[in-house]
């Protein structure tokens, strides 16, 4: 018996070949508003708000000074024989010079005071003991002098730019006392200029007390 072959019609095949692009676009249209739908609910989810947080701290001050160099030692000596009525020691002499009239050992390096805080101070310096106590002996031919200066440029400023009162000159010899002497409003901490120098100068009499003697001298400062 016979097959019958039946051909589909070029209209069925025009009409399932529209049905599935509809579904694609139609699928594509629904993603598309799916995903509208999810970013907007997210939107109103999450606000894409905006919040900051903080860091909090304190830098205190610190006032500090320290002796960089602390020590002063002239080791043992006597005033030179021959009518010679005093030696002097000097601190601010440099080379042979800084010892006459006696054999004590030299020295040049003088005291040095460094502002190791964070901040500027006011210096005073006090000493211990005068000339008398220091060496005994006669009165006129004996001293004990201090000088004090800037070791690095600008360590020592007023604020004017000049000596304020109350305050004495840098670089002045001045006859040392226990009461204390105010000298700089304005001692620097910045490297590079926060170091000061002090020297020392003593006429020791011929006639001075045979000892092992020494001084303390103390730096008292306040934040400027």
């Not at 993603?31 to 609910?41: D, E, M, V």
């Not at 000596?163 to 901490?189: H, M």
Request: hydrophobic share 35%; charged share 10%; proline share 2%.
């Amino acid at each position: 018996m016979p097959v019958k072959i039946v051909k589909k019609s070029n209209k069925t095949d025009n009409v399932l070949l529209v049905l599935a692009l509809v579904a694609v676009i139609v699928s594509v249209i629904s993603a598309g508003i799916t995903y509208n739908y999810l970013t907007a609910f997210r939107n109103k989810i999450t606000g894409y708000g905006v919040s900051t947080g903080t860091i909090n701290l304190t830098i205190e001050s610190t006032v500090s000074v320290n002796f960089t160099t602390n020590n002063i030692n002239w080791s043992s000596g006597t005033v030179t024989e021959g009518g010679v009525k005093y030696a002097t020691l000097n601190t601010s002499v440099h080379g042979p010079g800084n010892v006459t009239n006696g054999n004590w050992t030299g020295n040049d390096k003088g005291l040095v005071i460094e502002n190791t805080g964070n901040v500027n101070v006011s210096l005073q310096f006090a000493f211990g003991t005068n000339a008398g106590g220091l060496l005994g002996g006669s009165a006129d031919n004996r001293s004990y002098l201090f000088n004090v200066s800037n070791n690095e440029s600008g360590s020592c400023t007023a604020a004017n730019g000049s000596t304020e009162a109350g305050y004495l000159n840098l670089s002045s010899w001045l006859t040392v006392n226990t009461s204390g002497t105010s000298f700089c409003p304005i001692f620097r901490f910045a490297d590079g200029s926060d170091l000061m120098r002090i020297d020392i100068a003593i006429v020791i009499p011929h006639d001075a007390t045979p000892r092992s003697t020494n001084d303390t001298i103390t730096a008292t400062v306040a934040q400027s």
